[in-house]
């Protein structure tokens, strides 16, 4: 007797399991590939078409799609898990992932959804999780950056500087350099290129004072 041939749907099912097996970093996505194979076209492809009862046996596998998805909800979902399941949150960690990631997209979310993130939010660190953009931090990096860029006032293009040249913006920055957690709450607002130069300055870092000669 011959080997059974198997269906399509077999045949990914196969590949989809030596992936998990293989402890692969499988994304629901078009890009992600399997041994040559495009399995992430065809996880995707499951969700876009609404095939419940495949995704459901994939569910019985030990794949969860929420956890291997960038879709908005999946995200907003896989961060609520993460942050109830972390033994040791860091705190700075996640407000940066949660303005870089979840922020941007709080109009795709449910008010339920929002609620339940919310209350893992108060249980590990205390205080409320607030859903409103930073505005004045945001207008605060701007004037930051027009500080370092302006050639008149800032010819060597430094983040910080006497108060007689930074002027208003003095005491905000300062209290940046001594509060590690306040930068990395803003680290999204920069690009690499900037986070590199403020680091050599200071920033990002436990505070030492400079002590007189």
Known sequence: MGTKKLSAKEKWFKLLEEAIKEGAKIQVNHRFKYKGKNLG???????????????????EMGFDFSMHSNEPKDLLKR?????????????PRYITRFNQTILPKRDLYTKKEKEELNEVWKARFGDERKWVEPTKIKDRVKVWKKFRYSK??????????PKSKMQDIYFWVYGQL???HRMEAIRHLFKESEIKELEKEGFFKEFV?????
């Open 41 to 59: 076209t065809y996880l995707t492809d499951l969700r876009a078409h609404k095939k419940f009862d495949v995704i459901q046996e994939i569910y």
């Open 79 to 91: 961060f609520t898990k993460q942050l109830r399941e972390d033994k040791d949150p860091v705190k």
């Open 152 to 161: 008149s006032k800032n010819p060597q293009g430094k983040w910080f500087a």
């Open 178 to 180: 001594r509060n590690p």
């Open 209 to 213: 004072p400079r002590t007189k000669k």
